[in-house]
């Protein structure tokens, strides 16, 4: 078989199948992705990287709600480039799985018109439902919903182009319209739970020579941003509080200070300085840990240690990180939005909070803390639900190299 993987970050969701299908002697593995991101990325064995740069940057005078559509063209145009010397060599993929959202996949179709497209279809654009205008603190306006309608068109020309779909969760499939969720397959990227399982003896280092563990009364908030997009301002506000609540606490927030998704404070360089100016004063700095990016082996040590794991989102994509957190055997607490509501049960396998109730978050931390039995009983119940229905190498990984190979099968002969 010979296959195509295009992630603008690759190989972003096809990192365990570059690996596995790179191993695999019977298949040609070629990827695609952008020069910057290539760069910072391990090589994967077996797999050729392509990395392709775009000709030049989105012009200054285009309307707005245009600029994601010319940068999506821009690289799908790169892209395009480096297919046709693929084909001229002889490479034409039986397979090609591609993440749309950011254009490298508009034109795919036009170079390999035989070839199968498998694309990954992470998030539709809604101006009402999900992320748009959730949060009162930041109202929506006309502008926002006009944009955003605008942005899916790369995700709607790259849905006709595609002969199936695949998507992590039900509610991610649920934003997309009937049109798309009919060539959906819903199936997670898959959780290692052989790396994230329980550990009494980690321990997780602090910049000041120290090192935490199980004995020490951990809570921990991971976002890859800090942002509001992932409830970073409903978490600060409520530490004054959690603070004085637990006096022995150690707080330790893992992300970096750039959004993901939203944008930064109007009056500050980040939401980590401006939520700090306006909490500063009440809380004690010598328990609070900003550790910001970490090594893996750091992140997995931290949600072994975590005594109660905070996780809050928009009704977005939901973060990897949560799912990691239940099978490394950290009690998670929660906001009761979409994302989560899929995979926590309140008080089940987690406990589920009001997303803007930040004394809801506070008591639900706290019954946690004080209540062993109770956490030990969401832990167990935790990891289960992630074995059971999220383990990478024995129900994700299988489920998604069972669809390509099916997809990527030649079509049948008709009858002669």
């Known amino acids: 078989m010979k296959l195509l993987l295009v992630h603008q970050n690759f190989p972003g969701q096809y990192k365990h199948l570059a690996a596995r299908f790179g191993a695999d002697p019977g298949v040609q593995v070629v990827a695609i992705g952008e020069q910057d991101n290539l ?8 797999v050729q990287r392509l990395a392709y740069r775009v000709a030049r940057e989105v012009g200054k005078e285009i309307h707005p709600y245009l600029r994601n559509i010319e940068a999506a063209v821009l690289r799908g145009q790169a892209v395009a480039r480096i297919a046709m010397q693929l084909r001229a060599k002889g490479f ?66 790259s849905f006709f182009s595609a002969d199936a779909g695949i998507t992590p969760t039900r509610w991610q499939a649920s934003v997309y319209p009937a049109e798309f969720q009919a060539k ?13 399982r329980p550990n009494p003896a980690a321990r997780f280092p602090l910049s000041d020579g120290r090192f935490l563990t199980r004995s020490d009364e951990v809570i921990s908030f991971i976002s890859r941003g800090l942002e509001p997009y992932r409830g970073f301002h409903i978490f600060m506000r409520a530490l004054p509080d959690l603070m ?38 009440e809380i004690d700095p010598n328990r ?11 992140f997995v040590s931290l949600l072994q240690i975590s005594r ?34 899929e995979f926590i049960r309140h008080e089940t396998n987690g406990l589920l909070f009001d997303f803007f109730d930040r004394q809801a978050l506070v008591e639900a931390v706290c019954r946690a803390l004080d209540d062993a039995d109770l956490s030990q009983a969401l832990t167990r119940s935790a990891r289960q639900t992630i074995v059971e229905g999220y383990d990478l190498e024995r129900v994700c990984l299988p489920a998604q190299i069972k669809l390509m190979q099916a997809l990527a099968r030649p079509l049948a002969e008709p009858n002669q």
Request: glycine fraction near 8%; hydrophobic fraction near 40%; include cysteine.
């Open 39 to 46: 760069s910072k990325r391990p090589d994967i064995p077996g």
């Open 92 to 157: 034409v993929p039986d397979l090609i799985c591609a993440h749309p959202a950011w254009g490298e996949a508009l034109y795919l179709r036009e170079i390999f018109p035989d070839s199968r497209i498998l694309a990954f279809f992470e998030f539709y654009y809604l101006s009402q439902g999900a992320d748009m205008g959730f949060d009162p603190e930041f109202p929506a306006t006309l502008d926002d919903h006009l944009r955003i309608r605008t942005w899916n068109m790369v995700q709607q020309s």
């Open 184 to 196: 959906m397959n819903i199936i997670h990227d898959g959780i290692d739970t052989d790396t994230l």
């Open 244 to 281: 004085r609540r637990r006096p022995n606490a150690q707080i330790v927030i893992v992300g970096g200070d750039t959004p993901s998704y939203g944008r930064r404070p109007k009056d500050a360089a980040n939401w980590r300085e401006y939520l700090l100016r306006e909490i500063g004063d």
């Open 288 to 298: 609070l840990h900003f550790v910001g990016k970490i090594p893996y082996p750091g």
């Open 308 to 341: 109660a794991h905070v996780y809050l989102s928009y009704p977005f994509v939901l973060s990897w990180s949560m799912l990691e957190a239940m099978a490394a055997g950290a009690p998670v607490i929660a906001s009761r939005t979409p994302p989560v509501t």
